[in-house]
Every structure is written in C-alpha cells, then in structure tokens.
C-alpha cells in the first residue's frame, strides 16, 4: 500500500492543527527548521511541507515573523455596485492594499471589487492620489488603546508602538506616508503628530529639537515598516516564501560563513538558531532611540 510522502504527511499534521483550532488564524505554524527537530527531516522536506499548505492557502509567510495561519479568504467582489459610497470605497481600498500591496492598487481595480465602471468611482473620489489620502486618513482615526501614561518616555513608546501596530497591520501605510518633506494633508495624522510634540513638550527641548525627535521617530519606525513591503515584492518576483528562499540559498550561506573570511559572524550564534523578527527588531531600536533623546533631554 502506496504511502504519502514525508512533507504531505508534515502538512497534514499541521492541517489538523489547524482545523482543530489549536493553531488560530495569525498563529505562528512550525518554522522549516522546528519541523526539521520535530518530524526528524531534511530541511527540503520541510520546505515543501510549509509549501504545500500556502498553496491551500491555509498559511502565509509574514516577514519577521514567520509564517502564520492565513485568514479566511475573503470574497472577491462588493456584492454590489448599487449604494457605492465614498466610506465603501476607502473600506474596500484599504482591504485590498493590505493584501495585494500600494502598487497594485488603482481605480479600476477597487471598480472591479464593486462591478462598476471606473468612472462611477470617480464620482465619488477624484483620484487615486486622494483615494490614498482618505485610506490614511481613516487609518489614522483610530487612536492609541488605554489610558495615556505619564512621563514623556512611556507617552512616546506609547506612540511608537501604536504607530508600528498600524504599519504592521497595513504595511502599504509606510509608503503613503513617507513624504517627510512633504506631509499628507491629514487632520487624523496631524493628531498623533501632536500627542508626541506635546509628550516632548516641557522636558526641556527647543522646537527645533522637537519637530526633528517627531520626525526622526517617523522615519525610523517607516524605515523597519518598509522591510514588510519589500518582502511581499521578493515573493512576487521570485515566487518563493522566506523559507523556501532561506532552504535555497542555505548551502551557499553556509560555505560563505566557513570559509575562514568572516570570523565573527560564523561564531557569532554557533549552534543557536536566529530568526529575525521585525517587532523585536523594531522594540530593540525604538529603547535605544529613546535613550539617545533622553541624553538630549540630560545635556539641557
């Protein structure tokens, strides 16, 4: 009697997983080189595995995070075009930027999500341009959860990690908004513009010093932001998920760290695994940016 092969097996156990609820919807699934420990397999093996589900569309790779349990897949069309408003239309812009990504966008796409003409979407929104701009701008409505700490330090780590919640959750918000030369006229990113001028307010800061902490603080949490888009580009363009892409090139990689020419980053982590992930990443230069405006604030 014929039996499946190894990685079809893998991903059934994992489908389980799923199906039985014991791995939820944005769940992290075993990583290629846990499934490796775990079902005792080559790391290839692995990588079919975790290919085998994204092709059933039951995961899906997150840079610097890993691959998590995808979302039920949403239909692909407004039901109908009639009563086509203005918050429809940012409400369903926003849904496909989040997946297909800002370069995709346009407004014969949204159209087709409604089964209208392009020309009925310009009766309500002029351009793409400001189809972007109210995408932002209902983006920002939100505002930070809980109570506002006290002391400038946690009001701004506060900021910070609200605004990478928002970037992590619609990565295409990072491009929109990166002009630092030239703002979006937006009143709802205005306001978190002002939550953090007035945590900066009173320490003992020029304004100079505060609008270049504000924006240094944007840029730096846009910068990390961009490393999500330019992983769905690479996924695009090489039809690979990061482990997959990781398995391809492990060979290479390794004879580059043994070859004797980079002594401290071969002995840097030996045997120990290291996955890079964004939020960590993120958090990691957010403290030490907080530390370098509290020497600021000290010298004053």
Same mark, same amino acid.
Not at 43 to 65: C, D, H, I, S
Not at 165 to 173: D, F
């Given at each position: 009697?014929?039996?499946?092969?190894?990685?079809?097996?893998?991903?059934?156990?994992?489908?389980?997983?799923?199906?039985?609820?014991?791995?939820?919807?944005?769940?992290?699934?075993?990583?290629?080189?846990?499934?490796?420990?775990?079902?005792?397999? *080559? =790391?290839?093996?692995?990588?079919?595995? /975790? %290919? @085998? #589900?994204?092709?059933? &569309? $039951?995961?899906?790779?997150?840079?610097?995070?890993?691959?998590?349990?995808?979302?039920?897949?949403?239909?692909?069309?407004?039901?109908?075009?009639?009563?086509?408003?203005?918050?429809?239309?940012?409400?369903?812009?926003?849904?496909?930027?989040?997946?297909?990504?800002?370069?995709?966008?346009?407004?014969?796409?949204?159209?087709?999500?409604?089964?209208?003409?392009?020309?009925?979407?310009?009766?309500?929104?002029?351009?793409?341009?400001?189809?972007?701009?109210?995408?932002?701008?209902?983006?920002?409505?939100?505002?930070?959860?809980?109570?506002?700490?006290?002391?400038?330090?946690?009001?701004?780590?506060?900021?910070?990690?609200?605004?990478?919640?928002?970037?992590?959750?619609?990565?295409?918000?990072?491009?929109?908004?990166?002009?630092?030369?030239?703002?979006?006229?937006?009143?709802? *990113? =205005?306001?978190?513009?002002?939550?953090? /001028? %007035? @945590? #900066?307010?009173?320490? &003992? $800061?020029?304004?100079?010093?505060?609008?270049?902490?504000?924006?240094?603080?944007?840029?730096?949490?846009?910068?990390?932001?961009?490393?999500?888009?330019?992983?769905?580009?690479?996924?695009?363009?090489?039809?690979?998920?990061?482990?997959?892409?990781?398995?391809?090139?492990?060979?290479?990689?390794?004879?580059?760290?043994?070859?004797?020419?980079?002594?401290?980053?071969?002995?840097?982590?030996?045997?120990?695994?290291?996955?890079?992930?964004?939020?960590?990443?993120?958090?990691?230069?957010?403290?030490?940016?907080?530390?370098?405006?509290?020497?600021?604030?000290?010298?004053?």
């Amino acid at each position: 009697m014929a039996t499946d092969p190894p990685y079809l097996r893998i991903a059934r156990d994992i489908r389980q997983r799923i199906d039985s609820g014991d791995l939820a919807p944005g769940d992290r699934v075993p990583s290629t080189r846990r499934i490796t420990q775990e079902w005792g397999v *080559a =790391m290839a093996t692995a990588t079919k595995a /975790l %290919a @085998a #589900l994204n092709q059933e &569309g $039951l995961v899906r790779a997150v840079p610097g995070v890993g691959t998590v349990v995808a979302e039920p897949v949403r239909e692909s069309r407004v039901a109908s075009g009639q009563g086509l408003t203005r918050e429809r239309i940012i409400r369903s812009a926003i849904v496909f930027a989040d997946s297909e990504g800002l370069g995709a966008l346009s407004m014969r796409r949204v159209a087709a999500e409604f089964g209208v003409s392009t020309m009925a979407l310009y009766r309500h929104v002029p351009s793409k341009g400001e189809l972007v701009r109210l995408m932002s701008e209902a983006v920002f409505s939100e505002e930070p959860p809980g109570p506002r700490p006290r002391g400038w330090r946690a009001q701004l780590t506060q900021e910070a990690r609200w605004l990478w919640g928002l970037y992590e959750r619609h990565p295409w918000l990072g491009r929109a908004m990166a002009g630092l030369t030239r703002p979006m006229a937006s009143p709802h *990113a =205005m306001r978190y513009t002002e939550r953090v /001028l %007035a @945590a #900066l307010s009173g320490v &003992g $800061l020029t304004p100079y010093q505060m609008i270049h902490v504000h924006l240094a603080l944007l840029g730096y949490a846009q910068g990390v932001t961009l490393a999500i888009e330019l992983e769905s580009h690479a996924r695009q363009d090489t039809g690979m998920t990061p482990e997959e892409w990781m398995a391809s090139n492990e060979a290479r990689m390794e004879a580059i760290q043994t070859s004797g020419g980079y002594p401290v980053l071969s002995t840097l982590f030996g045997d120990d695994e290291f996955d890079l992930e964004l939020g960590e990443l993120f958090e990691f230069g957010l403290q030490r940016f907080l530390d370098g405006v509290e020497a600021l604030i000290a010298k004053r």
